[in-house]
């Protein structure tokens, strides 16, 4: 079992930065690639970032490529994601996830096996 908690969202205005933290319990941490997704309001969830149990294989959907990073620290049991350059779009509840993985960075929802409660990410415009 891992639970995981996420942290860091906020209220941000248009242009802006948030590092956002999830943190999770367990010794088997690194065993598990990391995910991140998003809600907006009457919106179906939607893939953010991935990343492999290692650190070395990360994965970004094309409406956040090269604005925001996701990193992790085994250590810590902690993987980030820092979002930069933040529009109105980019408004909704962030949740964590992890994937029990060998391989890969994987999109796909349906392969999580665990998720956070969530945090709020409001940008104003």
């Known amino acids: 079992q891992v639970q995981l908690v996420e942290s860091g969202g906020g209220l941000v205005q248009t242009g802006g930065s948030l590092r956002l933290s999830c943190a999770a319990s367990?010794?088997?941490?690194?065993?598990?690639?990391m995910g991140w997704f998003r809600q907006a309001p009457g919106k179906e969830r939607e893939f953010v970032a991935a990343i492999d149990w290692s650190g070395t294989i990360t994965n970004y959907p094309d409406s956040v490529k090269g604005r925001f990073t996701i990193s992790r620290d085994n250590a810590r049991n902690t993987v980030y994601l820092q979002m930069n350059s933040l529009k109105p779009e980019d408004t909704a509840v962030y949740y964590c996830?992890?994937?029990?993985?060998?391989?890969?960075?994987?999109?796909?929802?349906?392969?999580?096996?665990?998720w956070g409660q969530g945090t709020q990410v409001t940008v104003s415009s």
């Open positions: 996830a992890a994937a029990r993985l060998q391989y890969g960075a994987p999109p796909a929802q349906q392969l999580y096996d665990y």
């Open positions: 367990g010794r088997t941490f690194s065993s598990y690639a």
